[in-house]
């Protein structure tokens, strides 16, 4: 996602917009955030980071909500999700790239910022299209092929399903209280896949044997005489 593609982002109208002033300002807001949370937050502090102005930051983003949410849609422009085949690869693969990129964003952003579009139903509606759509919408593919190729029941709730692995991004990240990394997301892909797969002993030995081939394929490429 662009800066100009950003929820709230820059408008088109008056003059010209200048890219790497719009990249600066984003920058320098990820860099507060980063070092003090969104509370500390000030577009004075922004604006003197960036070599800019308050009125420069307006005309691209009318108010602190928009300006942050279009900093953390950069941070969030993730890879489209995994489609090897291997439902349990892809499920753990696609997961695990929004773990990460959440892991970069401070519990004290996420929350305050949440608190504070709550109130507008507009800032609202960017928040979740910013933060909480983009997994949610690659979890729902990652699954609908899972169903498809006869891995998962078809009589699956679909969104309750979704949710609850939804939750493995969102929860942890708002709340803070625990860390998530790759040992958590295995477990609980195991503990949800457990109930839900037609034969989750066989999607594990898939993914196994994915491993396997992915080891023999590296050790190739590195083999003497390769490139």
Same mark, same amino acid.
């Given at each position: 996602?662009?800066?100009?593609?950003?929820?709230?982002?820059?408008?088109?109208?008056?003059?010209?917009?200048?890219?790497?002033?719009?990249?600066?300002?984003?920058?320098?807001?990820?860099?507060?955030?980063?070092?003090?949370?969104?509370?500390?937050?000030?577009?004075?502090?922004?604006?003197?980071?960036?070599?800019?102005?308050?009125?420069?930051?307006?005309?691209?983003?009318?108010?602190?909500?928009?300006? @942050?949410? $279009?900093?953390?849609?950069? #941070?969030? !422009? +993730?890879?489209?999700?995994?489609?090897?085949? %291997? =439902?349990?690869?892809?499920?753990?693969?696609?997961?695990?790239?929004? @773990?990460? $990129?959440?892991?970069?964003? #401070?519990? !004290? +952003?996420?929350?305050?910022?949440?608190?504070? %579009? =709550?109130?507008?139903?507009?800032?609202?509606?960017?928040?979740?299209?910013?933060?909480?759509?983009?997994?949610?919408?690659?979890?729902?593919?990652?699954?609908?092929?899972?169903?498809?190729?006869?891995?998962?029941?078809?009589?699956?709730?679909?969104?309750?399903?979704?949710?609850?692995?939804?939750?493995?991004?969102?929860?942890?990240?708002?709340?803070?209280?625990?860390?998530?990394?790759?040992?958590?997301?295995?477990?609980?892909?195991?503990?949800?896949?457990?109930?839900?797969?037609?034969?989750?002993?066989?999607?594990?030995?898939?993914?196994?044997?994915?491993?396997?081939?992915?080891?023999?394929?590296?050790?190739?490429?590195?083999?003497?005489?390769?490139?």
């Amino acid at each position: 996602m662009s800066p100009g593609s950003a929820p709230g982002g820059p408008s088109h109208g008056g003059r010209p917009r200048d890219p790497h002033l719009d990249r600066a300002i984003l920058e320098a807001t990820l860099g507060k955030l980063d070092e003090s949370g969104y509370g500390a937050l000030t577009l004075e502090h922004i604006a003197r980071q960036a070599g800019t102005t308050k009125p420069a930051i307006y005309r691209r983003w009318p108010n602190r909500q928009r300006l @942050v949410l $279009a900093a953390l849609a950069l #941070r969030l !422009d +993730v890879p489209e999700a995994p489609d090897s085949g %291997c =439902t349990l690869c892809d499920l753990y693969e696609g997961i695990l790239v929004f @773990v990460e $990129a959440f892991n970069k964003i #401070r519990p !004290d +952003v996420i929350g305050p910022l949440l608190a504070d %579009c =709550t109130a507008d139903p507009e800032l609202h509606r960017a928040f979740m299209a910013t933060l909480f759509d983009p997994p949610r919408v690659a979890v729902g593919n990652m699954l609908r092929k899972a169903v498809a190729r006869g891995d998962l029941r078809a009589d699956i709730d679909h969104e309750l399903l979704l949710d609850m692995l939804g939750s493995l991004v969102h929860y942890r990240a708002l709340f803070g209280h625990a860390a998530i990394g790759e040992e958590e997301v295995d477990r609980a892909l195991e503990a949800l896949l457990g109930g839900v797969a037609n034969d989750y002993p066989a999607l594990v030995a898939h993914s196994l044997e994915m491993d396997v081939q992915h080891e023999h394929a590296a050790a190739e490429s590195h083999a003497p005489g390769q490139h």
